[in-house]
């Protein structure tokens, strides 16, 4: 990649630099001060090899477990999710930052933090999801977390959904198949948007709400209309909420900034085959377009009527809803980027087999430990691309390298493969702004150490800040600044132009 000369490259004045993190892999205290319970508390841990598992009790008293499938697990008819003695857990502990959070919080104030990305729990503030009532603790914790971050000088960007909805809403109204969702959710929303209206201004939806048509081309199985019925009904149903949850932070707060979140995944034809161009087109349009459209845009694109089609969904949608997805638009645009995939319609060509990636190996990249094409290119792409379609304020908040670290005899861990892969990506988006990309904040993906959202493992390690702790829990949960922690530091400091 050729690297934009530091004398010109330009961040804005006021750039959002920081990390982020989600409050089920980092939390911990699962069942601590009232919280009740979300799929991932039921969520085995897994490998790069083997898969996450769902465990459950079947109705007829036998444990038993299902793959995870990315969250959205189905487990047999009469069954109910449990805790099983004999299985590891490991976001009930994550790092423990629900413990840690003061500690934590001046760590990022140390590195010169402006944001701080984090996610409420949904279901420790109601614990089952449908009460009127919240829980006063849980409001308390997170009101602490903005306070501290205030105290440093550090905005907070709030997550409202980040993979966690309420077991009990999963079990006894179906999740997200149902309609009703919308309105607990909404709930949710007014009620931290009231509660923390003077700490928080940034806000995100659901995180990558896309994953659920991402995950049907990996899960679904060919030609299993159900599952695709299914899939696009439940994000019709956080589309609408997300709308009225937009709409409705800003009559609390008309100084609300209020973002969707796209799992965002650059695709490229493997070939110039016209077959492989078309289907690269058809990649983008369901896989990242259809959710990005719809919430920035307001409406259904023209190309939803072939997605529908192709599988015989027909979806519940109201006047109603219409209408408030017309009025409830983001007012920016915010996507995690990890890596690019290739599209081919070709039998025989070599694949990419690892963690949530698919498609034919690119020969032009090289690959992660988890299968993760390292492309920066393709993040300065998607930017343009994102900006030219919706021309909205944009952020990325969620970009890192989950590595295996190792730690001295001294203790210091010297992770330069870490700087080496942040390095080029900020070169990418300094091209992108030059270009006229309007990018306001980025915040790397675990700042500090936590859970794996795809494998469940600690050792798959994102962060500046080194947690002492292992994929079985055990460890003193200290927490030790790498090389990394130091060299992100003077890029904040210097607002991104000392890269070295």
């Not at 490998?47 to 697990?73: F, L, W």
């Not at 905005?155 to 006894?172: G, N």
Request: charged share 25%.
């Amino acid at each position: 990649m050729k690297a934009v000369n530091t004398m010109t490259r330009q961040f804005p004045k006021n750039f959002l630099w920081g990390g982020a993190i989600a409050a089920n892999q980092a939390e911990g205290a699962w069942n601590e001060d009232g919280r009740g319970m979300a799929k991932t508390d039921v969520t085995t841990g897994g490998s790069v090899d083997s898969p996450r598992y769902v465990t459950y009790i079947d109705k007829d008293g036998n444990p038993g477990k299902a793959p995870a499938m990315g969250h959205n697990g189905v487990i047999p008819e009469g069954a109910h999710y449990a805790v099983l003695e004999d299985e590891y857990y490991p976001n009930h502990l994550g790092v423990d930052f629900y413990h840690h959070y003061k500690e934590d919080i001046a760590l990022l104030a140390e590195m010169g933090f402006k944001v701080f990305r984090l996610s409420i729990s949904w279901s420790r503030i109601f614990p089952n999801g449908d009460e009127k009532e919240p829980n006063q603790k849980g409001l308390d914790f997170y009101r602490r977390v903005f306070e501290e971050c205030h105290k440093h000088g550090i905005e907070s960007l709030v997550s409202i959904w980040h993979f966690d909805t309420p077991l009990y809403l999963e079990e006894h109204y179906g999740g997200w198949n149902n309609r009703k969702l919308i309105d607990f959710y909404v709930h949710y929303a007014e009620t931290i948007f009231k509660e923390y209206r003077d700490l928080v201004t940034y806000w995100l939806t659901f995180n990558e709400i896309n994953n659920t048509v991402m995950f049907l081309d990996m899960f679904g199985g060919q030609g299993d209309d159900k599952a695709f019925q299914e899939g696009y009904q439940q994000l019709h149903y956080q589309f609408v909420a997300s709308a009225r949850a937009v709409k409705l932070g800003h009559e609390i707060n008309p100084n609300f900034q209020i973002g969707n979140m796209i799992c965002g995944i650059t695709f490229y034809p493997a070939t110039c085959d016209p077959h492989d161009v078309l289907a690269n087109r058809h990649k983008w349009e369901q896989g990242i377009y259809y959710c990005g459209d719809v919430q920035v845009k307001g409406k259904y694109p023209t190309f939803s009527k072939r997605l529908w089609k192709e599988h015989d969904v027909h979806l519940d949608i109201t006047e109603q809803d219409e209408k408030d997805l017309a009025e409830g638009t983001v007012d920016m645009y915010t996507f995690s980027y990890y890596m690019s995939n290739n599209v081919t319609t070709h039998t025989g060509v070599e694949q990419v087999s690892g963690n949530f990636s698919t498609g034919a190996k690119n020969p032009y990249l090289t690959y992660s430990d988890w299968g993760w094409g390292l492309d920066p290119i393709g993040l300065q792409y998607y930017l343009e691309k994102m900006y030219d379609r919706y021309e909205l304020p944009m952020m990325v908040v969620e970009n890192g390298l989950g590595a295996f670290d190792t730690v001295e005899e001294d203790g210091s861990i010297h992770d330069q493969y870490r700087i080496d892969y942040y390095r080029p990506h900020i070169e990418a988006m300094a091209a992108a702004i030059e270009n006229g990309v309007d990018l306001r904040g980025y915040t790397t993906w675990g700042c500090i150490d936590l859970v794996s959202a795809g494998t469940g493992e600690i050792r798959k390690r994102y962060g500046f800040i080194y947690v002492d702790v292992d994929d079985k829990g055990q460890g003193s949960l200290e927490r030790t600044p790498k090389d990394s922690f130091y060299w992100y530091k003077k890029v904040i400091a210097s607002n991104g132009r000392d890269l070295d």
